[in-house]
């Protein structure tokens, strides 16, 4: 008989819902801006890296460490903390405070901008497996749909009414 651990949790789910309170907390203590930043950044860093593919300066740099995965994720997480940075520094709200509601809206939202991402981009998948059970929910003809609703419930966690 199989000796079966009724509490063994894969490192993706722990890792995925500490985003997601880690999201909710800053959204209670500061306000939706700095989780709106990082949902903002995410797919336009994606956009930003396949141009960066054809550009002249790091389209020839981007095609000779195409076998190297840890290289290309290291300088794609450059170009997220670069336009993270320049996002947050654009979209500076003082004194804005998110309610439980709103909180729990903008994790959600950035837990599935990053679970979109994850399945979109193929050199993540060779650093670490996107979750099996989660495959189908996020194939390519579902990519648009999971974006359109991390911006969704984006905007509804910005809106300064819900859970006050």
Known sequence: MENINAFAIAIDYVVLFAVFVIAAFFTLRRGPSVVKALIISLPLTFVAFELAKTSFFLGDFIANIQEQ????????????????????SIHRVYGEVGAPVQAALAGAALVGMMLTIWSALPILQEIRTFPAF???YFAAEYIFLWFAASLALL???????IGR
């Open 69 to 88: 995965p840890n290289t290309i994720v290291s300088l794609y997480g450059v170009m997220f903390l670069a336009l993270y940075i320049a996002l947050r």
């Open 134 to 136: 989660l495959a189908p």
């Open 155 to 161: 905007y509804a966690a910005s809106s300064r009414t």
